[in-house]
């Protein structure tokens, strides 16, 4: 071989062997994960190879580089759905498993049965996303059942049902341990993008990951999707981390048991409401955030809160993290009674905890939107979390709102806005089908809602 040619491929298989290495550390509440560590990468081809190395008990780096469809590979089913929110274009449907739709009106419908059954992952695994493209849709991803240190990296999971509530969640929790999902793109979900099952999920962070919301079907017909974290568990642990979160209508998140730290995320486009909870027993402290065009910030939240909304109250953080909070920003969005959830009373349970470092707001605002997200590692990782590596401060261009590419196209929602209906999300109705779950433990359907 030339030396040149030499030089060239061996230039090449190190950046191929760059590219297959997780990028950075897991910081907050997941710090220490090492997922398949450094087993020999597995490189599947078909669905059913990805599937066998995901559920094996083996220790796993599972690299991907195209998108896996498994949307087609079940078949389809048929059965009753509820029209909750009515008949207009682009509104969602309920997916009755009992056939039971009580006085709401239904109809029968069919739709693809892969997306509603995740697929479970053994415990000591990698999945690593190469470029761009790698993906999984029509299929959602679980953690359960002891399952623990996991490491998701720059994927994205896509189109799971998203006509009809309870047609599939992105990624699930229940009884995980020692999880990290980073630069993760998740999209039009027939349900949660993120789900924290009643079994407690401990040492989970969630990090640089982007929640896109639109939709082509929604509760309100207008492109927002409303069903975006569930936490539900017990005994959570978990961090959020630099994640942007876009055209979301509620349950963003859901915080209905404890404990969470929320930093440095970027909320934009929000038609609904960001927070809620209806547990006394959830616990949260949010700092670094930004909020913009955010129509309700907390809706019906039961628990203890601590929102930092402003450098006076900041200092109370060394009671919980031995420094100050950021100061979280608002941008065009109603504050209604955020700023009164000042509770430290809780502070000490956050001792046992690795805490995340934070940046001010305004660094969040600049760098979390452009580097959120599957396809971003090699080109555009934040500095704030999970890297040390150095990072070109964005363009103006590079800092808008990112469009979603190949298998996270944009749609164009219908900007017909309802208020009844979005009273109606925001209270959630009463008259929801009884639910029926084949498999309760693990399935992310809460008992008493959706």
């Known amino acids: 071989m030339k030396p040149a040619l030499a030089l060239v491929v061996m230039a090449g298989l190190s950046q191929i062997g760059a590219a297959q290495s997780v990028v950075g550390k897991a910081e907050g509440f997941a710090t220490g994960v090492t997922g398949g560590g450094d087993a020999t990468p ?7 190879e990805l599937t066998k190395l995901l559920t094996d008990t083996r220790p796993r780096v599972i690299v991907l580089s195209k998108e896996f469809d498994y949307t087609d590979s079940e078949g389809d089913e048929t059965g009753t759905v509820c029209h909750n929110w009515g008949d207009g274009d682009g509104v969602q ?10 006085n709401t009106p239904s109809s029968q419908a ?6 509603r059954t995740p697929i479970d992952l053994g415990s000591d695994k990698t999945i690593l996303g190469v470029g761009a493209k790698a993906a999984i849709k029509g299929k959602g991803l679980r953690i359960r059942g002891g399952a ?7 994927i994205a999971v896509t189109d799971l049902n998203p006509e009809y509530v309870w047609g599939g969640d992105a990624i699930s929790f ?3 341990e020692l999880v990290w999902v980073d630069h993760v793109t998740t999209a039009r979900t027939g349900r949660q993008h993120y789900c924290f099952g009643y079994s407690p999920s401990k040492t989970i962070t969630l990090s640089n990951n982007f929640v896109n919301g639109e939709s082509p079907f929604s509760t309100g017909g207008d492109g927002y999707h409303y069903w975006t974290f569930e936490m539900v568990g017990e005994d959570d642990q978990i961090t959020m981390q630099n994640n942007y979160i876009y055209r979301t209508a509620g349950r963003s998140p859901a915080l209905s048991e404890n404990t969470l730290h929320a930093v440095n995320k970027v909320w934009e486009d929000n038609n609904g409401h960001a927070l809620e909870g209806g547990s006394e027993r959830a616990r949260g402290i949010f700092e670094g955030n930004v909020f913009i065009n955010v129509r309700q ?10 929102s930092t909304p402003g450098v006076s109250s900041a200092d109370e953080c060394q009671l919980a993290f031995g420094r100050a909070c950021e100061v979280n920003l608002l941008q065009d969005s109603k504050s209604g009674n955020w700023d009164k959830y000042t509770d430290t009373s809780f502070f000490s349970e956050y001792s046992e905890y690795e805490i995340a470092p934070a940046v001010s707001a305004e660094e969040a605002k600049k760098f979390v939107p452009a580097n959120a997200g599957a396809g971003k590692i090699d080109t555009a990782v934040s500095p704030m979390a999970g890297s040390n590596d150095s990072v070109t401060t964005p363009t103006e261009k590079d800092t808008s709102i990112p469009k979603p590419a190949a298998t996270n196209e944009a749609v164009e929602p219908n900007t017909v806005r309802s208020e009844e ?11 929801q089908p009884t639910e029926t779950p084949k498999n309760v433990k693990g399935s992310c359907k809460p008992k008493a809602r959706m």
């Open 42 to 48: 597995d490189h599947p081809e078909t669905i059913e």
């Open 93 to 102: 449907k309920i997916i009755a498993d009992n056939g039971d739709c009580g």
């Open 110 to 115: 069919t739709w693809p049965k892969a997306p």
């Open 148 to 154: 623990k240190n996991v490491i998701i990296q720059n």
């Open 174 to 176: 229940d009884e995980a």
């Open 297 to 306: 910030m907390v809706a019906e939240y039961a628990g203890k809160l601590f």
């Open 421 to 431: 209906i979005m009273s109606s999300r925001i209270q959630e109705q009463t008259s």
